[in-house]
C-alpha cells in the first residue's frame, strides 16, 4: 500500500512539471509565430503588392504612341486608347490589333525602350 501511494505521488509531480513546462514554451512558440508570419509578409507578400502596384500604374499612364510589348510577345506603337480599357496596337503600318491594357508586360517594355534609347554622346 506504501508503494502504491509514492508511485501515485511521484506520477502527480510528473504531470505537474510537466504542466509548468508546456506553459512556459506556449508563450514563446507564439512569439515564433509572430516572427514568421511577419517574415513571411515581408518577403512574400509586400513585394508583390509593390509589383502589382508599379505594374497598375504603368498601365495606366500608357498613352498614344508609346512603344509595347505584351505578355504574348508582340511588339508595336499605342495608336489609340479605348475606354472600356483596350487600345489599338499597330504592329505594322496600317496594321492595328485591338488588345486588353492588361495585356502588356511592363518588364518586356521596359527592356525595350531601354535598348532602344540612345547613349549619350560625350
Do not use: C
Not at 509548468?20 to 506556449?26: L, P, V
Not at 505594374?55 to 506603337?77: C, E, P, W, Y
Amino acid at each position: 500500500m506504501q508503494q502504491n501511494k509514492t508511485s501515485d505521488m511521484n506520477l502527480a509531480m510528473v504531470y505537474l512539471m510537466v504542466g509548468q513546462g508546456g506553459q512556459s514554451g506556449g508563450g514563446f512558440q507564439f512569439v515564433f509565430l509572430g516572427l514568421m508570419i511577419v517574415v513571411f509578409w515581408m518577403f512574400m507578400i509586400r513585394p508583390q503588392a509593390k509589383k502589382a502596384k508599379l505594374q497598375k500604374q504603368f498601365m495606366q499612364n500608357l498613352q498614344k504612341g508609346d512603344k509595347i510589348v505584351t505578355i504574348a510577345g508582340i511588339h508595336g506603337t499605342v495608336n489609340k486608347m479605348n475606354e472600356d480599357g483596350t487600345f489599338m496596337l499597330e504592329i505594322n503600318p496600317g496594321s492595328y490589333i485591338k488588345m486588353e491594357k492588361s495585356a502588356v508586360s511592363m518588364e518586356m517594355t521596359a527592356n525595350l525602350n531601354k535598348v532602344n534609347t540612345p547613349a549619350p554622346i560625350k
